[in-house]
């Protein structure tokens, strides 16, 4: 069974309002170790869906894997029983919670490749705005190299998905989406969210919010778990493209538009 955290009502409407907030002290060290062992484990595991999104002259090394899960135990104890689906019904107003998948982004020491900015969702296979994601890091996180938000910006437009490191559109045809806006250039227009981190410590947003992050020192290593979950409103939008993560074979199984009853998506609260 999940553990039990009351968030403040401040935090929440923080949440809604903004698209992220930051969350302290929510796991215990005990579930930092498990996390790290968990962690460690995907990088001497990595599967087929493995990305090294850093340039091949980067003297660090950035490596995301995705939906691991359902072979890695010790991402299974926090994803099913840490408060992360308590803290995840809380924040998105929901009454269920599923576990969308998970996501682990390591970037070694002395990784310069940033992370530009972008939204999660059009990426995904969903629609619905009841949803969230827990970036959750077990190393210490300097506002340099922690995850930034343009405040607000889960309300507003979908903007173009590219890849990270050519800028390419591979999910929506070009020219479907609005681009993105010069964000850093303009920071009176994109008032920007930003918090340095603990082990312990995490961020949630909405995965409509515009996230960036920075490289790390030479002397820094950045492992993060992100945890995605789904609320009551998300429904399964089949896309005419291969969605990042791929959930092959899935639209035998969903109609566009079901709600995603399915053992991929495991509900773990309500």
Not at 39 to 44: K, R, T, W
Not at 115 to 140: E, L
Request: charged share 20%.
């Amino acid at each position: 069974m999940p553990r039990t955290h009351s968030l403040p009502t401040e935090t929440i409407e923080s949440y809604q309002s903004l698209g992220a907030v930051v969350l302290r002290g929510v796991f215990n060290e005990q579930e930092i170790q498990t996390l790290e062992k968990g962690i460690e484990h995907n990088l001497a595991h990595l599967s087929d869906l493995v990305q090294v999104a850093s340039q091949a002259d980067d003297p660090g090394r950035f490596v995301e894997d995705f939906c691991t899960w359902s072979t890695n135990p010790d991402y299974q104890s926090i994803l099913f029983n840490s408060n992360l689906p308590h803290l995840a019904a809380q924040l998105m107003q929901s009454q269920t919670v599923r576990l969308y998948h998970d996501h682990l982004l390591v970037k070694e020491p002395g990784t310069q490749q940033a992370t530009p900015w972008h939204q999660d969702q059009p990426y995904y296979n969903v629609s619905g705005r009841q949803n969230v994601s827990f970036w959750i890091p077990v190393d210490s996180v300097p506002l340099a190299s922690t995850l930034r938000f343009v405040s607000q910006s889960h309300l507003g437009t979908w903007y173009m998905p590219r890849t990270f490191r050519d800028q390419q559109a591979k999910w929506f045809p070009e020219g479907s989406l609005a681009d993105l806006p010069s964000i850093d250039e303009n920071p009176s227009e994109y008032k920007q969210l930003a918090w340095a981190l603990e082990p312990g410590d995490c961020v949630a947003f909405q995965m409509l919010s515009l996230h960036a992050s920075g490289g790390v020192g030479p002397q820094s290593r950045r492992r993060v778990f992100s945890a995605r979950y789904l609320g009551d409103d998300i429904r399964h939008a089949i896309r005419r493209w291969v969605t990042s993560p791929p959930f092959p074979e899935l639209e035998n199984r969903l109609p566009d538009g079901a709600t995603m009853d399915d053992a991929l998506f495991p509900k773990v609260w309500g």
